[in-house]
């Protein structure tokens, strides 16, 4: 089992990984497959059904406006917000679509894109149907698409397919649970960094994943800054005000007058985590940690290590990832990361044992400690559901990554005063909360029919 860092951590935009970089996504691959069909070069028109959880919560995480993004070409990873405004405007008005290698094709996203508020396709709760009809209006090529989670998109042959191609790859360290990472930490005497990065150099140089690497860090700490920097509204109607920046700047005048209280350092990682969940909110550009609603979390644990911890290296910049990476596609290998799938354990739970790790690592935690702390974290987020209030990744999305972030440093200090053993393995840990998931009420899995979602103050 391999997932590369650069798979568990994406650069992309807001609001959400699963329900805006997803069918982002899969509006282009949609584009490419007309590309290479004679059916499709030959459509007039475009449209896209929304099921299960892309209908009930899609207008909260702008998934019609992703998937119009997505037919105009756009990527999340190459997403310029002025020019793509300008280009969805152009759409609205004009109705036409002019993709590169194909004819114009009528699409009004007001009309061709339906919300389907009944059961969920089979595959997954995040299912879209994208289709391309003749000049009559006949269907001429569609496909299924899953969203499931962290931006990954599978059509519905991939889900139903076996994943032993991909696992038959050699690997150097293809652990595929906790267990047996530990079992070749052990036997290779190396760190679970350096055997991620051994099979990440399986794929790329030694200088393109230090590269990719840095480059991560970077835009995850320039999210941090600009949240720290913003105030005023968050969009979508609930009226939530950010409070990032003025946070931030009673911490640093209680620090200039030397009034900071002990557990000022828990008040440090909130604001390090809200503030790039605010930006999430705004639709700004996130990595997503591993999915975009728990964004702030490994960013926020990578900041106080930083700027915070005594003797901290920014050389070990790249072990944290790689070591929170590893955590990550244990997590989703063996359970999820979506939302949808697993409510908000599979999202913050996970970052906060991703985090956990990483800085458990960094601080000079065996692989069995780190392990230990990434079980610890994780086992604290089991039954947490996933009920965004309208729909939108706010509350109580953004004060839970700054919870997850205080629980993941806990985690990682509590397993570094041991030595590793501990009663329930990560694993185990790792079964409980897929289980957990798949018993969850789907009103508890992002959908907004229960929780919090359903109990608001009346205005």
Request: net charge negative.
């Amino acid at each position: 089992m391999f997932l590369s860092v650069f798979d568990v951590f994406k650069i992309g935009i807001g609001p959400s990984s699963s329900h805006t970089m997803g069918p982002m996504t899969a509006a282009g691959h949609f584009l490419n497959l007309l590309r290479q069909n004679p059916s499709g070069r030959q459509s007039a028109a475009v449209g896209a059904t929304l099921h299960g959880s892309l209908a009930f919560t899609g207008k909260g995480h702008a998934t019609d406006r992703a998937v119009a993004l997505g037919l105009l070409g756009w990527t999340p990873a190459e997403f310029d917000f002025d020019a793509a405004e300008r280009q969805l405007d152009d759409l609205r008005r004009g109705r036409l679509l002019r993709p590169n290698g194909l004819p114009p094709l009528k699409f009004d996203p007001a009309l061709d894109i339906v919300f389907d508020y009944g059961p969920p396709l089979p595959g997954h709760a995040n299912g879209l149907v994208l289709s391309a009809r003749d000049s009559t209006g006949a269907v001429m090529l569609d496909e299924t698409y899953y969203s499931i989670g962290g931006g990954f998109v599978v059509t519905a042959r991939e889900r139903e397919a076996s994943p032993a191609a991909a696992d038959a790859v050699p690997w150097p360290y293809p652990f595929a649970n906790a267990s047996a990472m530990l079992r070749m930490a052990r036997e290779s005497g190396l760190s679970i960094a350096d055997m991620k990065r051994a099979n990440e150099t399986h794929l790329r140089t030694p200088e393109e994943v230090e590269r990719g690497l840095v480059r991560l860090w970077s835009v995850m700490n320039g999210c941090i800054e600009r949240g720290l920097s913003q105030e005023g509204e968050l969009p979508g109607g609930l009226h939530v005000r950010r409070r990032a920046a003025r946070i931030h700047q009673q911490l640093m005048a209680e620090r200039r007058a030397n009034r900071s209280q002990p557990h000022a350092a828990a008040d440090w990682l909130s604001v390090y985590a809200m503030a790039v969940n605010e930006e999430n909110a705004a639709g700004g550009r996130v990595v997503t940690s591993p999915t975009n609603g728990a964004a702030g979390v490994v960013p926020a644990v990578l900041k106080y290590y930083l700027d915070h911890c005594i003797g901290a290296e920014p050389d070990k910049i790249a072990d944290f990832l790689l070591t929170a990476a590893a955590i990550g596609g244990l997590i989703k290998h063996n359970a999820s990361i979506s939302g949808a799938e697993a409510g908000c354990q599979g999202e913050v739970g996970a970052a906060a044992a991703m985090a956990a790790a990483g800085f458990c690592a960094v601080l000079g935690g065996s692989p069995e400690q780190i392990e230990n702390a990434a079980e610890i974290a994780l086992e604290h987020h089991l039954g947490m559901t996933c009920d965004p209030a309208a729909g939108l990744v706010q509350v109580p999305c953004i004060e839970r990554n700054g919870i997850g972030a205080i629980k993941a440093v806990a985690a990682a200090s509590l397993a570094l005063r041991g030595d590793g053993s501990h009663f329930m393995p990560l694993d185990n840990c790792i079964e409980a909360m897929r289980q957990t998931g798949e018993a969850m009420n789907a009103k508890f899995k992002e959908t907004s029919l229960g929780g919090l979602a359903v109990n608001l103050p009346e205005c």
